[in-house]
């Protein structure tokens, strides 16, 4: 048996040599051909996406510089795009988890002159019926008389009395924050995020961010403090620009 399967390999020997030169010629074709068609579609794409890129490039709105400098805005007053401008408030929940209540719809403003910076006038106006946490049942209880009592106490106001600068783009604006008719001074680390114009409008623009804290028992919202947290960090978000037709520079 063994003999004649001896015999029957020499027989189609040169069959099967043949046959195995012909898989590796056609093997190494297919590869080369793969690998060509690969190279020019690589090439024929380049110059798309480049294209492409460069097309995208033209639209994008360039990133805010790490230094933004105040040197370098316009003077005039700056109003609040109220699609990117929000105030938030966050507290410790008995110590468990950070809550943070966002307040929508407010009303900024910003005088400012170039050549004194430290002259600008930030108003900010809110309505405590805006204060917004997500929970319909956990909306009502604080408008109720527990806590804010917007029926009777609608408006919430933050008008500044002073302003220092510590670099270019930070410094601190103290005022006057008005909740239930309570007026007392808050001070705002405030950072300039950028300086620049409106990507479609050109209006001048400026971006900044400002935080501060505040004891909430001092403005008549006492409810559950200390076991709800009395410190609370209200922070300002905010898209200024001039508008157009009351550009001064």
């Known amino acids: 048996m063994t003999r004649c399967l001896q015999s029957e390999y020499i027989k189609f020997q040169p069959f099967y040599k043949t046959l195995s030169r012909f898989a590796c010629r056609f093997s190494l074709s ?26 995208t490039d033209t639209a994008t709105v360039q990133p805010s510089s790490s230094q933004a400098d105040i040197r370098e805005a316009v003077s005039g007053t700056y109003i609040g795009d109220p699609s990117h401008t929000y105030v938030g408030l966050t507290y410790m929940h008995q110590g468990y988890a950070r809550a943070t209540l966002r307040v929508d719809n407010v009303a900024i403003n910003l005088a400012f002159e170039r050549e004194k910076p430290e002259d600008a006038k930030l108003t900010v106006m809110m309505k405590a019926t805006n204060i917004n ?26 008008t500044s009395t002073s302003m220092t600068m510590k670099t270019p783009s930070t410094g601190t604006i103290t005022g006057e924050l ?72």
């Open 30 to 55: 297919c590869f080369a051909g793969i690998a060509c068609l690969a190279t020019v579609s690589l090439a024929a794409c380049g110059p798309i996406e480049a294209a492409n890129t460069a097309a």
């Open 133 to 158: 946490t997500g929970t319909k049942k956990f909306d009502i209880h604080l408008m109720s008389a527990d806590f804010f009592d917007a029926e009777n106490y609608p408006d919430i106001s933050f």
């Open 178 to 249: 008005t909740i239930k008719d309570i007026t007392k001074p808050l001070t705002l680390d405030v950072t300039l995020n950028k300086v620049g114009q409106h990507f479609r409008s050109k209006a001048d623009m400026i971006g900044i961010s400002a935080s501060g804290e505040l004891s909430r028992t001092e403005w008549g919202l006492g409810k559950y403090a200390p076991t709800v947290s009395d410190k609370v960090t209200l922070t300002i978000e905010a898209e200024l620009a001039i508008p157009v037709e009351s550009k001064t520079e």
